[in-house]
């Protein structure tokens, strides 16, 4: 028995010392500056866009297929968009109704952190949304996002996103 013990010990010390094949362990996630740079250029575009009121440069990120996406309307109630086209039908509505109101838009990133691989990538948002009025009110929208993002072959694409808000929003401010 004890010589049984000691092969078995020679063998496994034998294989802890054998130089291991240079493979990517399972479940190892290997993160891409570079894409994760990509990634956050198209969330810029995106926000650009909205704040521009471009809606062909926001929609422009968004994927088709695409999966269920949830935000938050500018009355600061949750909306589930389950298509691309929903998606679309739901940037162009906001768009649409601050310029219907003779607004303008504001959003301010107080950050955007983003992880990626060479394919797909997560970046999470914290800013602030404003839309003021003619009369200088102005409706403000503190808020959160979660993005992600799939690399196809003309670029990074917006396949789900889920925005929050971070704060209970102030009352519009009276001038």
Known sequence: MRRHATVLIAVLAAACTQP????????????????????????QK?????AAMDVNAV???????FLPTFDVDLENKPVR?????????????????????????KLTAKGIECRSTATFGVCTIEYDFAATMPDGKTMS???????????????????????????????????
Do not use: C
């Not at 929609?59 to 297929?65: K, N, Q």
């Not at 929208?141 to 929003?169: F, N």
């Open 59 to 65: 929609t422009s990120v968004v994927a088709d297929p």
């Open 141 to 175: 929208q503190p808020s959160r996002m979660t993005v992600a993002l799939a690399k196809g072959a003309d670029g990074w694409k917006w396949i789900h996103w889920h925005s929050s808000l971070s704060s209970v929003a102030p009352p519009a401010a009276a001038k």
């Open 20 to 43: 291991q094949p240079a493979t990517e362990a399972a479940g190892v996630v290997q993160w891409d500056s570079t894409a994760a740079n990509e990634a956050r250029a198209s969330v």
């Open 81 to 105: 968009m389950a298509t691309r086209d929903e998606a679309v039908n739901y940037v162009t509505g906001i768009i649409g109704e601050v310029k219907k109101m003779n607004a303008t838009m």
């Open 46 to 50: 995106a926000f650009d866009g909205l």
